[in-house]
């Protein structure tokens, strides 16, 4: 499988905003699926880290539909919530990964631990690991991070997910309020992407 480039991908996520970085990312003349063309629910994320959920579904997909799959796993990990949300980010957004009750949550669990939480530098990052399997066989699987720190308030409706309070360090805006290119060229997806790109 290696000695060949890849030309044909399914992008394992139902998630339409990491479905477009990871298009976005990818080299022109690759022909992507997404899982909504084959109608897959995703499998049950039932691992304990980010790097167990990304093989669980580029296998899972792959196996449901004969392609090549690569899935990612990301999150959000908050230093002062233990590294909460993590690998559960989607799931503080209840059944329907709504993210403005996510972060609703982030806030309140923030508040709990610490009523002066918005006058200091909460630390956080995003993790992101990128997996790509041909039916039960790992091709590669990647890691990449951003660090930074959690915003006082929401800011910004560019991206998706925890975007809005997350300020990556030496940088003034959070990612909801950077541009996509901004955003692309420094975030979580771009770092562990860079590590795999060699297979397209």
């Not at 982030?106 to 009523?115: A, G, R, S, T």
């Not at 660090?147 to 300020?167: A, L, M, R, W």
Request: positive net charge; proline residues 4%; aromatic residues 12%.
């Amino acid at each position: 499988m290696q000695s060949k480039k890849i030309d044909k991908l399914l992008i394992g996520t139902n998630n339409r905003g990491k479905y477009k970085e990871i298009v976005d990312l990818l080299p022109k003349n690759i022909t992507t699926y997404s899982t909504s063309d084959f109608k897959l629910k995703s499998p049950i994320e039932n691992g304990k880290t980010f790097k167990e959920n990304s093989l669980i579904k580029s296998r899972y997909f792959s196996k449901k539909t004969n392609l090549v799959c690569l899935a990612d796993d990301s999150g959000l990990e908050i230093d002062l919530l233990n590294k909460k949300p993590g690998i559960h980010s989607a799931r503080w957004g209840g059944k329907k990964s709504n993210f403005k009750k996510a972060i609703k949550r982030v806030y309140k669990e923030l508040n709990q631990k610490d009523k002066n939480w918005r006058k200091k530098k909460i630390k956080a990052r995003f993790i992101c690991v990128l997996s790509i399997s041909f039916l039960d066989k790992k091709i590669a699987c990647t890691i990449g991070k951003v660090e930074g720190k959690i915003s006082p308030i929401p800011k910004g409706t560019n991206g998706f997910g925890y975007d809005p309070i997350f300020v990556p360090f030496n940088r003034n805006l959070t990612f909801g309020e950077m541009k996509s290119e901004q955003k692309y060229k420094i975030d979580h997806r771009f770092k562990a992407f860079k590590k795999i790109k060699k297979f397209f």
